[in-house]
C-alpha cells in the first residue's frame, strides 16, 4: 500500500510540474499575469488524487484513468494557447517585417526559440503519458501483461501523433484557420491515453461466454474503432483537405496520407476476418 500510494504521488507530481511549465510559458509569452489562472485546472487532478489515496490505496481504474485524462484537461489549454499565439505572431512579423533583414534575422530566433518550446512540451506530454500510465499502480483485474501490451500501443500512437503535428503544422504557411482544425484533431487523438480498451479482453478476464462477436473479439474491435475514428482516419482527412483543397503536396505528406490510407484499409479488412472467424466457429458451434 505504501510503495502504491508513493508512485501514485510522484506520478501526479510529474504531471503537475510539467502542466505548471506550459503554464509558465503562457504567461511569459503572453505577457500576462493573467493567464496564471490556467493553474486552477490543476485542482480537479489534485482532487482526484486524494480521493484515490483514500479509497483506492492509489490504485488506478481498469477500463479509464481519470489521472491521466485530468493530466491532459490541464496541459491541453496551454499548449493551445502557445500554438495559436506563435502562429499569430509568425503572421504578423512577416507581413511587417518585409524588406528587413535585421529584424527578419531577430524574427527567425524568435520563431525558432518559440517552436522549440512548443515541440519540447507535445514529446515531453506524450513520453509522461507514458511513463505516467507505467508507475501508476496497475487497476484492479489488469496484469503486467495486460499492461506492457497497452504501454506498446502507446508507444506506437504516440510517435503516429508527434509526426502528425510536428509535420503536418510546417504544411500551413499563411493557412492559420487551419491551425484550429489541426489542434482539435490532435486534442481528439490524445482522448485515446486514458482509455486503456485496446489492452484488455473482456471475455477473457471476466469469464463472459463468448457468444457475440463483440464479446469474443473486444480488444481488436476497439483497436479498429481507435484506428477509424480517433487516429488514422482524422488524420487521413486533414492530409487529404491539404492536398486536394489548398494544393499542398511534397513527399512526406503523400507518403503519411498513403500509410493513413493503407491502416484503415487493412484495419477494415481484419474486421472483415473477424466477422469470417466469428461466423465459422458459431457454425461449428451449432453443428
Partial sequence: A????????????????VALVAVWRVTFVKEDPFYWLLTLLFVPL?????????????????????????FLISIIPSIWILELHHQD??????KSQEGLPILTYEWQGSTVCQNSWILA?????????????????????VSR??????????????ADILEFTSETKDDIQNRPQLVYV???VWTWSMLQFPCHLCGHNEAADEGIREDSLWSKHSTDLWSIVETLFIQDGPFLVVRLTLMIYFGVFHQMLIFFSFKNFLVIILSV???????????????????
Avoid: C
Avoid at 476476418?273 to 458451434?285: A, E, N, T
Fill in 2 to 17: 505504501f510503495v502504491n500510494s508513493l508512485s501514485a504521488i510522484i506520478t501526479r507530481v510529474l504531471f503537475i510540474l
Fill in 46 to 70: 489534485v482532487a482526484e488524487m486524494i480521493i484515490t489515496l483514500k479509497w483506492r490505496e492509489g490504485q488506478d481504474y481498469k477500463w479509464f484513468s481519470p489521472t491521466i485524462f485530468l
Fill in 89 to 94: 505572431n509568425k503572421s504578423l512579423d512577416i
Fill in 121 to 141: 512540451l507535445h514529446q515531453i506530454v506524450l513520453i509522461l503519458v507514458i511513463i505516467g500510465k507505467w508507475i501508476l499502480p496497475l487497476g484492479g483485474g
Fill in 145 to 158: 501483461d495486460q499492461l506492457s501490451q497497452l504501454l506498446l500501443i502507446f508507444v506506437g500512437t504516440a
Fill in 182 to 184: 489541426i489542434l482539435a
Fill in 269 to 287: 479488412y481484419r474486421l472483415f476476418v473477424l466477422y469470417l472467424d466469428f461466423r465459422s466457429s458459431s457454425h461449428s458451434s451449432s453443428d
